[in-house]
């Protein structure tokens, strides 16, 4: 049993390693560059993105213990590869769009996320439905923030 809780934190804290790594080797955060930017109607207020993120990394967390403990050593190279491929992307967002300031290149990032999140859950269904569930509210955030960023993009373009 305490193995599998110290496990289940693991992979929590392992899904937070993204938002981490971006916030301690890149500028990562808003700036006077993104106050400035032209934003759709529909962008929710600053601080909404901080609760939301911080569900989805844990049902994210969640999800792939699920999958660790129920799945075969040889069965789960795909969908723990394809975990790891989407914090990677969803890693490589923030500096792109908050550090570089560019939103056409995180665009195609988000896009290459909304991706391998979908591969993700479709990779996890057969060794857990649950833990593919759990990937549900993540996609569907990531599809209205592909959006958004989409919106951000056209609205700025120059």
């Not at 080797?25 to 759709?40: G, M, Q, T």
């Not at 991706?115 to 439905?129: E, M, V």
Request: proline share 7%; with cysteine.
């Amino acid at each position: 049993m305490i193995k599998q809780i110290a496990a289940l934190l693991g992979f929590i804290a392992l899904a937070f390693t993204a938002p981490a790594v971006s916030a301690v080797l890149f500028v990562s955060r808003p700036d006077d560059w993104h106050y400035a930017l032209n934003k759709p109607w529909f962008n929710p207020p600053n601080w909404i993105f901080g609760p939301v993120w911080s569900f989805l990394y844990c049902t994210m967390g969640i999800a792939a213990w699920l999958v660790w403990r129920k799945g075969e050593a040889q069965a789960l190279w795909l969908p723990m590869g394809l975990f790891g491929l989407q914090l990677l992307l969803n890693t490589l967002w923030t500096p792109l769009f908050f550090g570089m300031h560019r939103p056409g290149l995180a665009l195609v990032d988000i896009g290459a996320l909304w991706i391998a999140i979908a591969a993700t859950a479709l990779s996890f269904y057969p060794i857990s439905r649950m833990a593919a569930c759990l990937f549900v509210p993540y996609w569907l955030w990531v599809s209205f923030a592909a959006l958004l960023n989409a919106a951000i993009w056209w609205l700025n373009r120059n």
